[in-house]
């Protein structure tokens, strides 16, 4: 794609808004292009140098490698590619993988290294379990059970929940959960509703969440709303927190029919279209680490990214 200017929509004048931001989609770049297989779910690595993705109904975890140009199948495991996570020194995936027995699902969490692909269980078949949380200091927090647990990959030794003196937060039975200094709240910004899709901003000050069917919001930590973005799905904070890329979807009541990706100033003051193609239906972005690229997956099952230029 020719470099290209894409237009700002205001949706409000905030004071103090900067109204010469600007998102460049410098040029987009196939990964892996969906032919022989169906891949979903893509991520960057803390270091930015890999594409975490999966294939279709999150079975198994690929690599690609961004100075390679190559890509490598690390393991084929069912659900591994349901929300995994990198530590951050990029060393090492932490991923859920299923079993089901007497039609029932039990979960086990394991953290793989890359470089040998040996592969270690922190926990086993376990009858619920969430996707790992990776905290600042190498400790993953998980919910097992009725419980939250923790566990430190670098020193690889169990702890207490309560000892992981971060904030953090999840969503737990379609409810935001969070946890401040050992301390579990549960939050209900817009009262009984299904809340998917939460994440903290990077500085741990705000919480981005979509209720089902109700719209995108940010709000303070005691769930006071600050921003409404309306239908944006799958939303991710930009790791300055000052944007959020997310997809415009719509569908006929069965499959997708069109979805595009925006961003939006996490003040609320305007959004940016990066996509409006006939061809592919974009979904599910993700930021890279230095923000220069953004790594979508499409409804046909490619895995891509684009080079993009911001001006604050």
């Known amino acids: 794609m020719n470099k290209r200017v894409l237009t700002l929509v205001l949706i409000g004048l905030l004071l103090g808004s900067a109204l010469g931001q600007q998102i460049d989609v410098l040029k987009t770049v196939v990964v892996a292009d969906g032919q022989s297989q169906y891949f979903t779910s893509p991520q960057f690595s803390p270091d930015g140098t890999k594409i975490l993705f999966s294939e279709s109904g999150f079975k198994g975890l690929w690599l690609y490698d961004m ?16 929300e995994p996570s990198f530590t951050k020194d990029s060393k090492q995936v932490i991923f859920r993988t299923d079993n089901y027995i007497k039609y029932k699902r039990y979960s086990s969490l394991a953290v793989q290294t890359i470089a040998d692909k040996q592969i270690e269980y922190i926990a086993k078949d376990v009858r619920f379990m969430s996707p790992a949380s990776v905290l600042e200091d190498q400790t993953i927090v998980y919910r097992k059970g009725d419980e939250v647990a923790a566990y430190n ?31 579990r709240n549960e939050i209900k910004p817009m009262g009984d509703n299904n809340y998917i899709w939460f994440s903290l901003s990077p500085d741990k000050t705000k919480m981005l969440f979509t209720v089902a069917g109700g719209g995108t919001f940010i709000t303070d930590l005691a769930g006071n709303v600050q921003v409404r973005l309306g239908k944006a799905n799958a939303p991710k904070w930009s790791p300055d927190g000052k944007w959020i890329v997310y997809m415009v979807d719509e569908d006929d009541g069965h499959t997708m029919t069109a979805s595009d990706i925006w961003a939006a100033a996490s003040d609320g003051a305007l959004k940016v279209r990066l996509t409006e193609t006939a061809a592919d239906i974009e979904m599910y972005p993700a930021w890279s680490p230095a923000m220069d690229r953004i790594v979508f997956e499409t409804f046909g099952g490619k895995i891509a990214y684009m080079n993009i230029e911001i001006t604050d």
């Not at 100075?67 to 349901?82: F, H, V, W």
């Open 67 to 82: 100075n390679r140009k190559t890509t490598t199948q690390i393991n084929d495991l069912p659900g591994a590619g349901y």
């Open 153 to 183: 990959t670098s020193r690889k030794e169990a702890l207490q929940a309560k000892a992981a003196q971060e904030t953090y937060g999840f969503i737990e039975d379609e409810k935001i959960i969070l946890v401040v200094d050992g301390v």
